[in-house]
């Protein structure tokens, strides 16, 4: 039997031959009885004798006890002494369906999510790739979720996602991906970098889960999201328009008329083209914009405005089909004047 320490405690053995070496060298001589050999700087060697015979038990016994109390401000910030013995401490997992009916009432009962949450992991750890564990690691994202804990979430669905992929609930892992971003939405006057990732984490769930009761919701979802990046560009727009940059202003309204067509911002964001254009001089593209928002638009406020405009100069709202306004509703399928 040999049981040694970790490496970064002084080197001890415990030998079956009933020898215990201690020191920076090799292990001296087996022999009969206590032998202490010199201290120094660098350290000290113990050589502890135990006679094998069975008469001498006793004996050996105090020995042990006499160079264990020796060895004790060495083996201090080592592992406990009962591992010099060869000691081991047996940990027992508890039961995966007790971890997870704990886990359960600690959310539906006591409503502590985050205890709940970290229950439901300990299953996956004490219990890997069981059913079990399926069942709580995504029980731990929705906790996590449920608590505001997002970014936890986020990790505990994506490993989910990649541990399981063909199971009926990773349609809902990645739906809950999408949704910590979606609640994390800020306001159009900050940086939209979580709706971005929402829509994103939205197309997947529709893209790889198509026939899921989720895909309808993330549809939605991402309805909302381009509605709010669409009212960025606006804000932007308009901030540019007060400013005389009618370049600016038109780069930023063409973004909401390519990409977010079907927003309630794409009137507005027709009517001041008609205005940025009408007051760089570019006519043409003026009563398109007009034309265009008066064609799908007909009883919009946006579109009064926008033919009251034209109109003090003199014009009419007329579409040029080669304009890059009247294509790009024609590519949504929506079509110009005609």
Known sequence: MSATLRADCV??????????????GARGPVGQGINFSGFSSNGFKVRMLFSPSKTNRRANWIARVAALLLLAPVLGGCESLTSLWGAREEQFDEPADKLYNEGLFLLNNKRDLRTAAKRFEEVDRQHPYSDWARRSLIMSAYTYYQAGMYEESITVARRYIQLHPASPDAAYAQYLIGSCYFDQIRDVTREQDRTERAMSAFDEVIRKYPSSEYAVSAKRKIAVARDQLAARDMMIGRYYMERRDYSGAINRFKIVVTRYQTTRHVEEALLRLTEAYLSLGIVGEAQTSAAVLGHNFPDSRWYKDAY??????????????????SQAFRRLGVGGTG
Do not use: M
């Open 11 to 24: 080197p001890i053995r415990l030998v079956a031959s009933g020898v215990i070496g201690y020191s920076y």
């Open 308 to 325: 009251a405009l034209v109109q003090q100069r003199g014009l009419q709202p007329s579409e040029n089909r080669n304009s890059w306004i």
